[in-house]
């Protein structure tokens, strides 16, 4: 499905328009965000090469066939399972992390869609699966909730915009399920159809139950996490990119698992957004 293009020839302008007419993103507490390198012009004319993608305004066609910019943003932190349980005795700080999950779930419930026993039905009338949507990534086909779609869509532009998507060729991923894979208080961000699982037996999960922790990887102590995997490392990072947490940085290790912890209306802006700041 061609439903994503990237516009190299306009690049060049939109950066320009970015940059005069973006606020600086002072709002996105982004981690260790090294300053752009800046190669030193060579003596010698070179053909045009494309501009790197991290500098390319990425675009994506939404759902009504209108074109839209991706913009960047950064997983928000009440979102992130590890805040929830905080690995300390402090009471106060245990209470705080309960507090965070009972926000996320109110949080969920209003975007994605309310989960029997999780939340208040009141906050929104349908189920999760009422808004789930089949799409493709990467040449797979999964069904996630329709509001992230436009996230997947600017994950898979970058990664094809850059060697990273050359580099890595994942043939399975799962999207949206209709039950809670966690017992007691927390529920899944599959249940939302805000997570994916790409290559499940490539990249597995040393911190979940068997069989994902008899994986031969998971048997190699001295090993990082980056190391336990098939995937790479340039995948994680443009997943991040776009609002996506990935669950290899949490205790489980999950490496297979992303989960879109933006906001989701702050995936796209349409052309005229860009212009008219
Ligand atoms: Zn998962």
Redesign the pocket.
Known sequence: MHAVRRTLAAAPLLVLLGAAALPARGDEPKKEAPPEPKEAKPAIVVPKEPAPPAATKLTVTLADGKTAHCREQSAQSFLIRGNWFPRTNDAEKLKEGRKLLEEAIKYRTEKYGYFEGFGNPKSNPHPPKYYAKSTSFMGMSVQVHAKIIPALKCVEAALKAGPAGEAYKPRAM?GIRFHNTYRGVEI???VYGI???IE?DKNTCCGCVAPWNNHPLCKQKDKTVWDRMVMPRSWVETFEKYGFYW?GHDVLQ?T??F?FLGDPDKITETAGDVAAK
């Open positions: 799962g899944s961000n599959h997570a994916i699982d499940p669950l999950d297979m698992h989960e």
